[in-house]
């Protein structure tokens, strides 16, 4: 049995703000460590519970967080940031199930350091599901047929994954105050409940259900400024809405319409503000 455990950062106990989540900023390497024990603390629930195979996706910025010397033993790992399917790269069919940790909640809505993607994304829409990160690579995992299990991360995080995802485990390790304020458990106190709650997550495997993409879905992100839409929609496939920041693309199936929303994003970034 196989597991695959998509590690993001924003969400991970203790981490209020960018200082956390930047590698030039003086709080990172604390942050790696913390991102790190509590991926082990994943991988060591999951190993009880009888799963052979833990494969671990770096899904933060650059994709380099986690600290390979100090990952469980027993897990393999996917690090560096040019991944074809970036958090979700390598799923497929063979995996029992999907867990995603350290998550945040998507752009516009509560909770700490929330985004999607990058900060020029005000919506993200797979036909009229309105979605973050976290949606979008739910429904690249329920291409395969795979639930995602359990998510952790903030409050918010949480909240947005049990309204799109009946049945799936969560794991609130931090509660948001403000976007760049939390109330936390401690550490160790965290490590504890995320082992308890991926036990629990692989014993409900069976009543939790994938996502299912549509067939032909249409892919809009609504960016911040018209200059980023502009830029998006040098995409071949993209087209402007008129008369708003929103960039449309009608993909094949939704691997196309994950791999268009990476390009698009990547070409927003150009854009300036003045």
């Given at each position: 049995?196989?597991?695959?455990l998509?590690?993001?950062?924003?969400?991970?106990?203790?981490?209020?703000?960018?200082?956390?989540v930047?590698?030039?900023?003086?709080?990172?390497?604390?942050a790696?460590?913390?991102?790190?024990q509590?991926?082990?603390?994943?991988?060591?629930?999951a190993?009880?519970k009888?799963?052979?195979?833990?494969?671990?996706?770096?899904?933060h910025?650059?994709?380099?967080?986690?600290?390979?010397?100090?990952l469980?033993?027993?897990?393999?790992?996917?690090?560096?940031?040019?991944k074809?399917?970036?958090?979700?790269?390598a799923?497929?069919?063979?995996?029992?199930?999907?867990?995603?940790?350290g998550?945040?909640?998507?752009?516009?809505?509560p909770?700490?350091?929330?985004?999607?993607?990058?900060?020029g994304?005000?919506?993200?829409?797979?036909n009229?599901?309105?979605?973050?990160?976290l949606?979008?690579?739910?429904?690249?995992?329920?291409?395969?047929?795979v639930?995602v299990?359990?998510v952790?991360?903030?409050?918010?995080?949480?909240?947005?994954?049990?309204?799109?995802?009946?049945?799936?485990?969560t794991?609130?390790?931090?509660e948001?105050?403000?976007?760049?304020?939390?109330?936390t458990l401690?550490?160790?106190?965290s490590?504890?409940?995320?082992?308890?709650?991926?036990?629990?997550?692989?014993?409900k495997r069976?009543?939790?259900?994938?996502?299912?993409?549509?067939?032909?879905?249409?892919?809009?992100?609504?960016?911040?400024?018209?200059?980023q839409?502009?830029?998006?929609?040098?995409?071949?496939?993209?087209?402007?809405?008129?008369?708003?920041t929103?960039?449309?693309f009608?993909?094949?199936?939704?691997?196309e319409?994950?791999?268009?929303m990476?390009v698009?994003?990547?070409?927003a970034?150009?854009?300036?503000?003045c």
């Open positions: 049995m196989k597991l695959f998509s590690v993001d950062m924003e969400g991970i106990t203790g981490l209020p703000d960018y200082t956390f930047e590698s030039n900023k003086h709080n990172y390497e604390r790696r460590r913390i991102m790190t509590e991926a082990n603390a994943i991988v060591e629930g190993l009880s009888g799963i052979k195979e833990v494969l671990v996706n770096d899904s910025s650059k994709m380099n967080n986690l600290l390979v010397e100090e469980h033993p027993d897990a393999s790992l996917i690090t560096g940031d040019f074809p399917y970036s958090m979700v790269h799923l497929d069919e063979t995996y029992l199930g999907a867990v995603f940790a998550y945040h909640s998507r752009a516009g809505q909770g700490v350091m929330s985004h999607s993607m990058i900060f994304v005000r919506n993200m829409y797979i009229e599901v309105v979605v973050g990160e949606g979008l690579n739910a429904f690249v995992a329920g291409y395969y047929g639930p299990i359990m952790a991360g903030d409050d918010g995080a949480c909240r947005e994954a049990e309204d799109l995802l009946p049945g799936v485990v794991a609130v390790v931090k948001s105050i403000s976007r760049s304020a939390v109330k401690h550490p160790l106190k490590q504890a409940l995320l082992r308890e709650k991926i036990v629990e997550a692989i014993e069976d009543q939790i259900m994938p996502l299912t993409p549509p067939e032909k879905p249409v892919l809009r992100i609504e960016f911040v400024n018209y200059g839409a502009e830029w998006a929609a040098l995409m071949p496939g993209c087209e402007i809405i008129k008369d708003t929103v960039v449309e009608k993909a094949k199936d939704i691997l319409a994950y791999r268009a990476l698009m994003v990547e070409l970034l150009q854009a300036k503000f």
